[in-house]
């Protein structure tokens, strides 16, 4: 079977965008794939944290992605941090890697921008460390949103570069980028990303988010003065979001949903689009409830997907290093 890594980070409650760009993917895509999935808490670190709370979301994170079917026993979930091998392979490759290419990353400028009070190297390698996570496991298949894609060209860039130095060494990983949802856009400014990080809470619905404050979030979703459900993404990006997540719960095509609203009022639409997003949410969150309340539970998973996961990594660290030439003792 192939295999799967991916990763999202503990930076605040996942977004409907976290969902149906990753998280949905991730539980449907274990039938098919040998899966591991990560907590990317080292990633989070690039942004300040106040440690408590980082330690009480990674755990909050970990029972979510459980809530929303990830099998603990088929698939492997664990914490990035507990699986120090990936910042050993880490370094290696940040010594492969070439300024001007992480210069180039479009995240790291916009992130820089946005925080230039704490422009922090770890900000700049970021994509060092996530070509690690991927390729410590010869991963074939990244599950991520669209925002993802440029790291994951540069971890095959990485990835090649360091095979036609070295001898064959990593697999090059391909990304799964859903053809539905893999760019959900705020219901604020429908032009930006749905960001969990976006100070306006009503740009996005959380995955914990109840059915009440899902629908008030719908409902005040900017569209336009048209007044017709089509889509149209460059002229129409709110309602086309909205079509989005409504296509991507129900499986409708865009001209089914066209049809279904031909003739009624946005306020019927976003409340169609409310009430299937609050049904699909439903499970999980009733999930998320019994889980996060059996701490001993999540931390027995997470600390056997630790294990599994560096069984795997330590084994690739050990290559890499004989690989550069880092003296082995016996
Ligand atoms: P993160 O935590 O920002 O997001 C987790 C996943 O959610 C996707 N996503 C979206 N998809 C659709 N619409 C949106 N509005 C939206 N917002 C976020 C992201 O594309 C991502 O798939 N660097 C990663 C974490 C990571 C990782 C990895 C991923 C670390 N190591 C190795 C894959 C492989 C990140 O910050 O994701």
Redesign the pocket.
Known sequence: RKRI???????GT??????????RNWALLQKDYDCLY?V?DL??LTVREEPAALRRRTRELASLLLAAGIDPVNSVLFV?SHVPAHTQLSWILACNTQFGELSRMTQFKDKSAKHPDNVNGGLFT?PV??AA??LIYN?DL???????TQ??EI?RDIAQRFNGVYGNTFTLPEGYVPAA??????LAEPTK????SDPNVNSFVLMTDDRDTIVRKFKRAVTDSDGVVRFDAANKPGVSNLMTIYSAFTGKTMEEIEAEFAGKGYGDFKMAVAETTADALAPVQAEYGRILADKAYVDGVLKDGAARASRIADRMVAKVYRKVGLLQLD
């Open positions: 890594l991916s990763g999202i980070q503990p930076t996942p977004t409907l965008g976290n969902y149906m760009g990753a998280v990560m990317a990633h989070s990035q970021y460390l996530m996570d991927i991963a990244v599950p991520v949103g669209q925002d993802q790291h994951l971890a949802g893999a760019k959900i856009m705020s990303k749905m960001s969990k």
